[in-house]
């Protein structure tokens, strides 16, 4: 199914997060945080390698003291992506940071606390070219709007977010991206399309708080794909009660499916039924689990009978219809092999990385001649 997204993304302003770009007409990046111990280094650092083995663009790592701000000076040293610093209460931390080579800094200006303390903070970014991303969230709104509204809503985030978009603008530093998360998918999304109408900044999308694995992915994409469906949205976090590995992934399905970026395999696989010629859910875990590694963009269909099998296997790279008594491989549309139900993960896999390394080669023959 190879055809592109409809979607018309937004026009907003580019920002460097490190050497990864946010806004404009770069890809939409995904975004993830550790949940370790930043005192701890070795595991910090650890598992930002494995989020950027996922696919994780860009990694925000909790900053709360002093002592984390100078474990964070060498997980910078080490990490394979960009870093953002997360900084809440004490100014002094961003400007420690700022200083150890930290890529963005997440500031929430109401709760760094005098003007003047935000003013430093902004003055050591736009002296060091680092951006700024202003988080505001409906947990954390200031007393005075919580008082205004009563309750968190999308004009209160919106206002929020304006204040500190109104700040920055006063001291001319316009390198910044923001985001108004609420756990509320209707609030959270409301607030995005009002906030996107006011400023040219680059918007970080995310459901906040939003549920474990099962129902944080579900809010997530509901809320997410609402707003990256009308062109919202510049770089992404998925907000999970999980591996935070899990976000990324969940983050990189979204934009596949969507057909905003393409990374590893998209499959299409049958949910199964008494038709099938095979175990349709044993193959696709085991498969899902074989091929993570892959990052070439290619399309595979399990389909476990002849039904929708042949229809969804002509459009794929690599597809598999059911049959009696063999199943039918197809490569680019055409087919091509039949295989046994026994050893059919095994030798589909085998297929499926042949024809992955052959699309690399192909893509690496193209890029040279450019």
Known sequence: MHFESPIKRRKSRQIMVGKVPVGG???????SMTNTETTDVAATVGQIQRLANAGADI?????????????????????????????????????R????????????????G?????????????????????????????KDLQKKYGEPT?????????RHVDFLDRYNYPDFKVSVKASDVFMAVAAYRKLATQIEQPLHL????????????VKS??????LLMDGIGDTIRVSLAADPVEEVKVGWDMLKSLKLRAKGINFIACPSCSR???????????????????TTPMDVAVIGCVVNGPGEAKEADIGLAGGTPNNLVYVDGQPSTKLKAENLVEELEALIRAKAAAKARADESIIAKA
């Open 206 to 217: 995310g459901i906040t708080e939003a549920g474990g694995l099962r129902s944080g992915t």
């Open 154 to 162: 999308p004009d209160a985030l919106v206002e929020s977010a304006m």
């Open 59 to 95: 990694v925000r790592v909790s900053v709360p003291s002093m002592e984390a701000a100078e474990a964070f000076g060498l997980i910078r040293a080490q990490s394979p992506v960009p870093l953002v610093a997360d900084i809440h209460f004490d100014y002094r931390i961003a400007l």
């Open 97 to 112: 940071v700022a200083d150890l080579g930290v890529d963005c800094l997440r500031i929430n200006p109401g709760n760094i």
């Open 276 to 294: 099938q010629n095979f175990d349709v859910i044993k193959t696709m875990n085991e498969l899902e689990m074989r091929l993570e590694d892959i």
């Open 114 to 142: 005098r003007e003047k303390r935000v003013e430093a903070v902004i003055s050591k970014a736009k002296d060091l070219g680092i951006p700024i991303r202003i988080g505001v969230n409906a947990g954390s709104l200031e």
């Open 221 to 226: 994409s509901i809320g997410l794909g609402m």
């Open 25 to 31: 007409d770069a890809p939409i990046s995904v975004q």
